[in-house]
């Protein structure tokens, strides 16, 4: 079993920045991928960014060049610097990591930390 804790969202000004932390605790040994959704309420929750065991990353395009997920192994942590933040930005974001070898969807999700940005 793994739990992971977000935190870092608030309220932030267009053009602002946010570093949104998650911390992983339990059974991480099993874990391989790690990353960051997230979801305005009535619409479908969206993967935004993903870092693997070995540092490979990925990043939708909404989101690409204005945020930078990054990991520290010996913590168990991953972050997620929020550059140049826009209002449409505004949502509940996840921490989210999958189980080794495991293929699908995330297998296990932090509580969410809200970020809004105000124009």
């Known amino acids: 079993q793994v739990q992971l804790v977000e935190s870092g969202g608030g309220l932030v000004q267009a053009g602002g920045s946010l570093r949104l932390s998650c911390a992983a605790s339990g059974s991480t040994f099993g874990v391989s991928a790690r990353g960051w959704y997230r979801q305005v309420l009535g619409k479908e929750r969206e993967m935004i960014a993903a870092?693997?065991?070995?540092?490979?990353?990925f990043y939708a395009d909404s989101v690409k060049g204005r945020f930078t997920i990054s990991r520290d192994n010996v913590k168990n942590t991953i972050y997620l610097q929020m550059n140049s933040l826009k209002p449409e930005d505004t949502a509940m974001y996840y921490c989210?990591?999958?189980?080794?070898?495991?293929?699908?969807?995330?297998?296990?999700w932090g509580q969410g930390t809200q970020v809004t940005v105000s124009s």
């Open positions: 870092i693997s065991r070995t540092g490979k990353t």
């Open positions: 989210a990591a999958e189980k080794t070898g495991v293929p699908g969807p995330p297998d296990y």
